[in-house]
C-alpha cells in the first residue's frame, strides 16, 4: 500500500501482502543457516510466506510436498479482492513453481465453514482432500500413513502447515468446530509422531518448514511454555 508498516490498518488493501513479505524474509534468512523454521501464528495466512520461503530456499531444480492439517479448506481464490488472507492459503500453494498436487495434501476437513466456492477451488485443481468422515471410515492410521507418502513421494523437502482448528476444543479451548465422535486430534498425534520420526526407509520425514496458526496467546501459547 505504501505505507508505513505501523500505520497500515488491518483492513487495508496491502496489508497481508506487506506483512507476509516481511514474514518470508525471516524465514528464508533461518533456511538458509540450514535450520528448520518453526512459526506460530496469529491467523492462517502465515502458511504463505512459510512455503513461498521454502520453495524459495529450494529452488527450481528441487521438489517439495506441502501437507495442511486442518479443519477447513481455506481454499478461497480470493477474498474481497484480498489474495493472501488466513482463507488463501492452500490455493496460492498451488501456484508455487516446484510444488505439485501430487505431493499434496489437506487432513482434517470437517464443519460448515467449507463454503462450496472452497470445495470447487479444490476439485478444479485435483487437490486431494481427506475430511474426517473419510478418516474415520479408512481408519486414522492407515490415512495418516498414505497422506504422509503422497506429500514425501520423491520430493526434497515438505512444508507443514496446522491450524489449530484441527484439534478437539477439549485439548484446544480455542477450536471453534464440533469434531463428533472420534476426535480429530488423534490425526494430529499420528501425523506429528510420523513427522519427528528422523527417516522412513532411506528417506527423511522431517519437514523443512512448518507453522501452527490460529494459536491463542492466553490458551495453547501459556500451556506450551
Known sequence: SGKAFNTIPPNDIGFYELLNEL????????LATGAIPIAIGGDHSLCI???????EHLGPSKRMGYLQIDAHLDAG??????????????????????????NMAVIGIRGTINVRDWWDAVRERDIPVYPMSQ?????????????LDRVW??????????????????FAPTANVWSGPQAPSTVVVLAVERLRVPS?????????????????????????S
Open 23 to 30: 514474514v518470508q524474509e525471516q524465514l528464508e534468512a533461518i
Open 49 to 55: 510466506p512459510g512455503a513461498r520461503a521454502l520453495s
Open 77 to 102: 481464490v480470493d477474498i474481497g479482492g484480498e489474495l493472501q488472507t488466513n482463507c488463501n492459503g492452500l490455493i496460492r500453494a498451488t501456484e508455487l513453481p516446484n510444488l505439485s498436487v501430487e
Open 135 to 147: 478418516v474415520r471410515r479408512d481408519g486414522v492410521e492407515e490415512t495418516v500413513a498414505g497422506v
Open 153 to 170: 513421494d520423491g520430493v526434497d523437502a515438505v512444508y507443514v502447515t496446522f491450524d489449530t482448528d484441527s484439534i478437539d476444543s477439549a
Open 200 to 224: 522412513v526407509g532411506s528417506r527423511s520425514t522431517r519437514p523443512r518448514g512448518t507453522e501452527s496458526a490460529a494459536a491463542s496467546a492466553t490458551h495453547e501459547i501459556r500451556a506450551c
